[in-house]
């Protein structure tokens, strides 16, 4: 086979020409190269390529210039496992064939039947859909295949993954005989290989993948952690990796959105896909990304499927792979088109085994990792937050300000103000800032009966990370009313009140208290931050010697025992626990800066 360099070379005709040149490709991609003579022949092929590689226009333009008639039938099929790639591929054939009289219909689930019916009376030439809704209308007999000349399955291994392999036997089944049959995909698993000796006739096998598939351009990180893949244990990566876009895998579906949820509430711009979503927000979903407005797309390898994020710079394992096939897939989402890019795995004790598979099979090793410490974790931030503050530091000051400073610096208490300082003006502005109020129908937790000290607010941010600009959630009918800190000592002739008490709340015990340095702000900073809690589902925070009780919301407690199972505080296990509150010690000390967000 001679190597083609350019699209000239394909000898294409004059419409499709003028098509690729709108469209803009330069020259042909590899596989481009490898496959279109041969498709353009009437072969039946194998092709095993990556994603990313520009496989749909190898098939869609010799099918498009060569295979398909002017008669207004179906003439080419395409099979995709999911509607979002579905209508990717259909949007490539549109586009490749404007000047060619290419109808091009979209056959998916969760769409009108009768519109689709409608568009395939009107004299559509390619259809491209998915195998349930295809099958379906095959037996209805709404889809005419007599006329057929090209049968494309467009990733054939994962079709099978997802369950397909009945459907696609039964649609290949009822095809004519003589139609010619293409198949791309990644890997070439036996499921594969039997299905392609069953419908094919004597196919040219192009590997440019083959088995030892380990796409260029994309560097491999595990980092081990005990957890695995845990909220805290991302935004930890994402603090050090720094990925400007990402998309998150995760193994189900439920993991998606409170992987989204952890993200959202850290600050970053994320939105999550799964099966359960409903079509109108995925599209609103599937139009962020097209605007540049999710930075972090967290999806199950079923609902990634067809998706581009074209500013995407990293994917991130959060659950990592069950199988090599799949991290092939997943990873090959970035590093395309010749663009360079990495694969993230957060590693747990349960994932070795799937690692080392990986290794064998496809000769992958990611460059090994650890997680940092709970203390070198604080100090990464301390240092952090050292650094902006010299920085915004920076610009004039006053000469009455400096003087005062001098002076402030030579006194006894000096560490002690400079940390008053600190915690007044830095702390608490970085604690309004980092989670913006969600609204809720749950009534807030009850003010303290004390005095309050209302902390203002500061235009810097303490991260000195910029803020980020966040999509909106939905329309709010009034502004949400300021919250503030309420710091109260209890009365130790007065009854103690637990945080159970709260309408709607739950008590949670943590195994740390003053004897560990716990301070009230920095619990709420954590159930907020890495608990994945809104400030109206966190009450009243009592420290106290040993332990540490905290009032939540009752829907969250479940999670947060999940998720917090392996935090540390200053190096102590927090192992929470719902308290007894019928046995806990009663105590006269005070209790120490217990915390609520009230609104006035």
């Not at 039997?194 to 990180?221: C, F, Y």
């Not at 998150?248 to 409170?258: D, G, P, S």
Request: aromatic share 4%; charged share 25%.
């Amino acid at each position: 086979m001679s190597e083609v360099q350019t699209f000239e070379s394909f000898g294409l005709s004059e419409p499709v020409r003028r098509a690729v040149a709108e469209v803009g490709y330069p020259t042909p991609t590899p596989v481009q190269q490898a496959t279109f003579q041969t498709i353009a022949e009437g072969k039946d092929v194998i092709v095993q390529s990556r994603t990313g590689s520009g496989k749909t226009a190898a098939f869609a333009l010799p099918l498009i210039d060569r295979v398909i008639k002017p008669a207004r039938n179906v003439q080419v099929m395409v099979l995709c496992p999911t509607r979002e790639l579905a209508l990717q591929v259909a949007g490539e054939f549109e586009r490749l064939g404007k000047y060619s009289e290419l109808g091009v219909t979209p056959i998916y689930g969760g769409a009108g039947m009768q519109q689709q019916i409608d568009a395939l009376k009107a004299g559509a030439k390619v259809v491209v859909g998915t195998p349930g809704r295809m099958l379906d209308h095959l037996r209805r007999k709404t889809l005419d295949v007599s006329n057929l000349r090209a049968i494309v399955l467009d990733e054939g291994d994962e079709m099978l993954s997802m369950g397909f392999a009945e459907e696609l036997n039964a649609i290949l089944g009822m095809l004519p005989k003589g139609r010619q049959a293409l198949i791309f995909s990644a890997t070439m698993p036996d499921a594969m290989s039997r299905m392609a000796a069953r419908h094919q006739r004597e196919p040219v096998t192009i590997a440019l993948s083959s088995d030892n598939v380990a796409p260029s351009g994309i560097e491999h990180h595990a980092y081990f952690s005990a957890s695995g893949g845990s909220v805290p244990d991302l935004l930890k990566v994402l603090e050090i990796e720094k990925p400007k876009a990402a998309l998150v895998f995760c193994n189900t579906k439920a993991e998606t959105e409170l992987v989204a949820r952890g993200l959202q509430n850290a600050g970053y711009r994320a939105e999550y896909l799964n099966g359960d979503l409903a079509q109108n927000d995925r599209e609103r979903v599937m139009g962020l990304l097209r605007e540049e407005r999710v930075d972090f797309l967290v999806a199950t390898d079923v609902a990634a499927r067809g998706i581009d994020v074209p500013h995407l710079s990293h994917v991130i394992h959060c659950g990592f792979p069950e199988s090599p096939e799949a991290y092939v897939h997943r990873s090959g989402r970035t590093g395309r088109a010749g663009r360079t890019g990495t694969a993230i795995s957060l590693i747990g004790p349960h994932d070795i085994g799937n690692l080392y598979l990986l290794r064998l099979t496809y000769g992958i090793r990611p460059i090994e990792r650890t997680l940092p410490s709970a203390a070198e974790n604080r100090t990464r931030i301390e240092a952090a937050r050292v650094e902006s503050l010299v920085a915004a530091a920076s610009g004039k000051v006053s000469d009455d300000a400096l003087v005062l400073a001098k002076r402030l610096l030579t006194h006894d208490d000096a560490e002690r103000a400079v940390a008053w300082l600190v915690d007044r003006f830095v702390m608490g502005v970085r604690e309004e800032e980092a989670m913006p109020p969600v609204p809720s129908e749950r009534p807030s937790a009850p003010a303290a009966v004390a005095a309050a000290a209302e902390a203002p607010a500061r235009e810097p941010r303490a991260n000195g990370r910029p803020p980020r600009e966040r999509a909106p959630r939905r329309e709010r009918a009034e502004p949400e009313p300021e919250r503030k800190i309420e710091v109260h000592h209890a009365d130790p002739k007065a009854p103690e009140a637990t945080p159970g008490e709260e309408v709607g709340m739950e008590s949670l015990e943590l195994a740390v208290g003053r004897r560990e340095g716990v301070r009230a702000g920095e619990v709420a900073r954590l159930l907020r931050d890495v608990g994945l809690l809104a400030k109206s589902e966190v009450g009243r925070i009592h420290v106290r010697d040993r332990v540490t009780l905290v009032s939540v919301s009752a829907e969250k407690i479940d999670e947060l025992l999940e998720v917090l199972a392996d935090v540390k505080y200053n190096d102590v296990p927090v192992a929470p626990k719902r308290a007894d509150v019928a046995s806990a010690p009663e105590t006269a000390a005070p209790v120490i800066a217990a915390e609520t967000a009230t609104a006035d």
